[in-house]
T-cell receptor, first 112, second 116 residues
Framework: EDQVTQSPEALRLQEGESSSLNCSYT??????LFWYRQDPGKGPEFLFT???AGEEKEKERLKATLTKKESFLHITAPKPEDSATYLC?????????????FGKGTHLIIQP | DSGVTQTPKHLITATGQRVTLRCSPR?????VYWYQQSLDQGLQFLIQ???????AKGNILERFSAQQFPDLHSELNLSSLELGDSALYFC???????????????FGPGTRLTVL
């Protein structure tokens, strides 16, 4: 059973067309929800950490929000350079593996 | 640039062979994590080391092993390689436990392994 599910798998937008990416998660206890950006053939680049429902973080055209079951990454007036795969990951509390559990990602393309 | 370095960038080898991937964490970080990224499985956690000791294991095969040295660099050893081991291998590091931002993992540029 997937712990982290991202949707849509792929999204094509026009430059300036705002949208949201979804990340649904299932964990017994959340120690953190993370958003990363990954360009082709590169390592994931850290964007945000969210810890509790209601929390929001912003960086340039990106805003991440968190509820008890999902997180959204809102992209406002995107530019072509925002094209990338956006990955969501969770870290469970209560011991066990400290590694992140990742979703499959949303491949975002911003057309000029 | 995250500050995490990995070598080599690319590695091409044959089935049955053994390879070693190397990672140097960011300055001051004590934790090193290894991940495998394949097209069908996505990014999967393999193993974590903290200050030289194994801390956590994920979906790591018995053919794979890792270690962290006193200078904190880490090596991932992959043996009896199979075609399905072809993937991107990433190393990540995080700040010492109890320090600010100790929950964030910063990834290196990866090693692309091709098994022929």
């Amino acid at each position: 059973e997937d712990q982290v599910t991202q949707s849509p798998e792929a999204l094509r937008l026009q430059e300036g067309e705002s949208s949201s990416l979804n990340c649904s998660y299932t964990v017994s206890g959340l120690r953190g929800l993370f958003w990363y950006r990954q360009d082709p053939g590169k390592g994931p680049e850290f964007l945000f950490t969210l810890y509790s429902a209601g929390e929001e973080k912003e960086k340039e055209r990106l805003k991440a929000t968190l509820t008890k079951k999902e997180s959204f990454l809102h992209i406002t007036a995107p530019k072509p350079e925002d094209s990338a795969t956006y990955l969501c990951a969770v870290r469970e509390s209560g011991g066990g593996a400290d590694g992140l559990t990742f979703g499959k990602g949303t491949h975002l393309i911003i057309q000029p | 640039d995250s500050g995490v370095t990995q070598t080599p960038k690319h590695l091409i080898t044959a089935t049955g062979q053994r390879v070693t991937l190397r990672c140097s964490p960011r300055s001051g970080d004590l934790s090193v994590y290894w991940y495998q990224q394949s097209l069908d499985q996505g990014l999967q956690f393999l193993i974590q080391y903290y200050n030289g000791e194994e801390r956590a294991k994920g979906n790591i095969l018995e053919r794979f092993s890792a270690q962290q040295f006193p200078d904190l660099h880490s090596e991932l050893n992959l043996s009896s390689l199979e075609l399905g081991d072809s993937a991107l291998y990433f190393c990540a590091s995080s700040a010492p436990t109890g320090t600010p931002l100790d929950n964030e993992q910063f990834f290196g540029p990866g090693t692309r392994l091709t098994v022929l």
